[in-house]
């Protein structure tokens, strides 16, 4: 049951969604996380429910000092840092041809400069110790590109790179490094578009399994990467998508009787 025990998290983005369950899963199997997040609201309601299980840090991830202060905290606390979730991001969306310059960036700056900086950091201390895994969110649309989202597309695609040259530059010294790659999730950042019937139709079409991913789909394979289970995995891409990414041709089961 307490696959955790004694083990330190770092979560990004853990007040919401995705970074929400894999925090509930990692605190429910013994361990303690270290949540940062910009939302300092939602962290303080973190803090009611899991009590010391779990350390709130009010953190911006595009900033470099803010990575040196969340490391600090688990290195203060604790003395060490076994394990690290990048799982913040965002968008502004926009088609390339219209997008306002500074959106690009903010998108570029949150979805991998920030992976860039946890990643160095974490990466810093893990070396310290010898050990450690870190786990990064990338999306599908590292692999698929989405009408109005060529910033985000392509700063997943770039985290998904990012993860193997880490892997690559980091398992001398007994580090791990993957990605995990969501199709379509159902949290706060695709329920605005995703409670629309027409869109989530649309979605439909795409996936298999005919359904979204709960938050606890992705937490779930996170945390397996995590795990000792898992101890020959290293720089891959786990794309946890049911089934969307091999739908790419015509759905040809409609003309068969
Ligand atoms: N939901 C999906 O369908 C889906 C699919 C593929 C990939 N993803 C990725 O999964 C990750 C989590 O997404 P989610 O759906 O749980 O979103 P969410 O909006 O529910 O949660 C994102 C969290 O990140 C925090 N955050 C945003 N900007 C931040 C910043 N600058 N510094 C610190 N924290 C910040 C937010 O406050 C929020 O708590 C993201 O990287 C997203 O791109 C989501």
């Known amino acids: 049951m307490d696959k955790f025990e004694n083990k330190v998290a770092i979560i990004t983005g853990a007040a919401s969604g995705i970074g929400y369950a894999i925090t509930e899963q990692f605190i429910k199997e013994g361990g303690t996380v270290i949540g940062a ?18 350390i709130g840090v009010k953190a911006d991830v595009t900033k470099e000092e803010d990575h040196i202060k969340i490391v600090k905290m688990a290195t203060e606390k604790f003395s060490k840092l ?5 799982v913040a991001g965002g968008s502004k969306p926009g088609t390339i041809i219209d997008q306002p310059e500074e959106d690009w960036r903010f998108t570029i700056d949150l979805v991998l400069n920030s992976v860039f900086l946890g990643i160095k950091h974490q990466g810093q201390q893990m070396k310290k110790q010898h050990n450690g895994v870190i786990i990064n ?6 692999h698929v590109p989405m009408y109005a989202g060529g910033a985000y597309a392509s700063g997943k695609a770039a985290v998904e790179m990012l993860t193997k040259n880490a892997a690559l530059e980091l398992a001398r010294y007994n580090i791990r490094v993957n990605a995990i790659l969501p199709g379509l999730v159902d949290t706060p950042l695709t329920r ?8 989530k139709d649309a979605f439909m079409e795409r996936i298999p399994m005919n359904r979204p991913a709960s938050p606890e789909e992705i ?9 000792e289970d898992a101890s020959y995995i290293n720089g ?22």
């Open 137 to 142: 969110i990338s999306s599908l649309n590292a």
């Open 192 to 199: 605005k578009f995703n409670s629309k019937p027409e869109i």
């Open 37 to 54: 997040d910009i939302n300092e609201a939602s962290l303080q309601n973190l803090k009611e429910i899991f009590g010391d299980s779990f």
């Open 82 to 86: 076994d394990y690290a979730l990048n």
């Open 219 to 227: 937490a779930a394979p996170s945390l397996f990467l995590l795990t």
């Open 236 to 257: 891959t891409s786990l794309v946890v998508d049911g089934g969307w990414e091999i739908t790419g041709y015509p759905d040809l089961s409609r003309f068969r009787k």
